[in-house]
């Protein structure tokens, strides 16, 4: 059971089915055939709103027929709720025509921004954990809540850098942000992982401090570690390779706090073929099953 | 210093390929800012030119690689997205094209710019029907006089003075790559009738007949407007072959 069905009812966010606790893929078009070709073993698709902005054509006819079969996770990249300027709200009405028309199960956003004053730099920025910067993102959920009729998820970042002005820790930020409007946490923990490492810091210890009774989704994903040698260790969340043996062990740590939670593979770049991907998320779901009999 | 500007200092700092990253961020275990800010600002410029590359794969064909990844460059820095639907991005880089000194000697390239981003918005655009010249022989005059036509929304044309249709089907590799023998100007039909989108050449007058099916006519109606510039006869039918064109209305009343 997803903790998201049962988040208290704010900002006039109304009541939203949850994903089920199962694993899934970011869904690739050039995978499309091979899906439907035979039923699959997995318990959701997630796809990335921008890229269903049009009206209609073969985007829409793909994940109309996946809609079909499947549950759904509308994935946005491009809200900037973690942004100081004002939400384009442009973009939020065409979130809301998208939730509208796909029902999704879940719909979900991240804790950073991407451009400034109309400027969109395709890239989820890091932001100063302020509590200025709380309150003004905590306004920017709220307004995406009520716009989108649901409660929404919020991701954690993979960051490299932070902010001298900085004040709450990351955990704390999230924690307060859930309190504050209602929204559920995505625990990405491959982000989790990233960050740690980035910033010298424990990742359990960064994982105690997030409000794990928020998690409605978890995202696992592969990293580039990218150092000189010599230098301060560091990691780029690549999306575009198996996810790593410390990230595996850190997820299994993850569900024994949460109990299952829905899982999503995310390999955006160098995508391999179908079977590649699918048993990616059956690892994961094989932690799912084995995190329900521990239940 | 508010907010605000801190978010715009540091966006305006990704754009720029050189300078420094905006004051006030720091990185772990003594790493260089320089450096981690760096990897924000490869994100911001690969992932723009990646879109542009896919948006525009004949336009890179022409020009190679290396040329199309300087121009895509130049483009995001001088004019990046407004929106965060990419599928909307380039719509002003055939534009910019025309005006990128580096290719001023392949004058065709704005043109087959064009051409791709009406393919684009094809892919896109709201889906419909086709009508098709069996749909309309097997109208009784009765069905077939209060009927209204109109441009099937994913319909796109381009009337060029370069050899767009050629260039772009050599360039896909739907035709041999050879060299041209004259460089006639040529006109191209972008169509999508189901989910694939095709291209096409123009029909004569199918500029013409086209603009008229901005507003849904009746075909008597379409008869008399063409008139003047050749009738109906000659258009029409490959325009209806290639489903640039939908049924608006109907006895039973207005269709989507």
Known sequence: ???????????????????????????KPQHFADII??????????VHAENYMGEGGRPHAQLARLRRDHALSIHGVG?????????????????ARLCERYEPESFSEHLAWAGHGGMFLNDLLPLPYTPERLATVAAHVEQAQEALKRPILIENPATYLTFAE?????????????RRTGCGLLLDVNNLFVSAINHGLDPDRML???????????????????????????????????????????????????????????WDNDVPDWPTLRAEAERAGAHLLQARKAA | MPALH?????????????????????AAGGDAVARRFAIHRNT??????EALAVAFPVVRQLVGDDF??????????????????????????ADFLARFPPAAELPYLPDVARLERLMVESYHSTDAPAETRAGLAGLSPQEAAPLTLARHPAARWLCSPWPVVTLWRMNAGHLPLTPLSHWAGESALVTRPELDVMLTALPVGGDQLLSVLETPLSLAALSEAMEPVGGLAGALPPLLDAGAVRRASTPQGEQR
């Open chain 1, 166 to 178: 900085s004040s709450i820790p990351e955990g704390e930020f999230l924690a307060e942000l859930t």
């Open chain 2, 44 to 49: 911001v410029g690969v992932t723009l030119s």
């Open chain 2, 68 to 93: 199309f990844a300087a121009a895509a460059r130049a483009f995001v820095t001088a004019a990046p997205p407004t929106s965060p639907v990419l599928a909307d991005y380039g719509a002003g880089f």
């Open chain 2, 6 to 26: 801190a978010d715009e200092r540091f966006a305006r700092a990704l754009l720029a390929p050189d300078g420094a990253p905006p004051p006030g961020l720091t």
């Open chain 1, 79 to 95: 809200l900037a709720l973690g942004g100081s300027g004002p939400l384009d709200g442009a973009h939020l009405a065409r979130l």
């Open chain 1, 1 to 27: 059971m997803s903790q998201v069905s049962m988040m208290p009812q704010r900002g006039g966010a109304a009541r939203a089915p949850a994903l089920p606790p199962g694993p899934g893929v970011g869904f």
């Open chain 1, 208 to 266: 105690a401090a997030l409000p794990l009774d928020r998690v409605g989704e978890i995202h696992l994903a592969g990293h580039v570690p990218a150092a000189s040698p010599g230098t301060a260790p560091l990691l780029v969340d690549a999306h575009g390779s198996h996810v790593s043996a410390p990230v595996w062990a850190l997820f299994a740590r993850v569900l024994r706090r949460t109990g299952p939670v829905a899982t999503l593979i995310e």
């Open chain 1, 37 to 46: 070709a035979a039923p699959q073993p997995l318990a959701f698709f997630e």
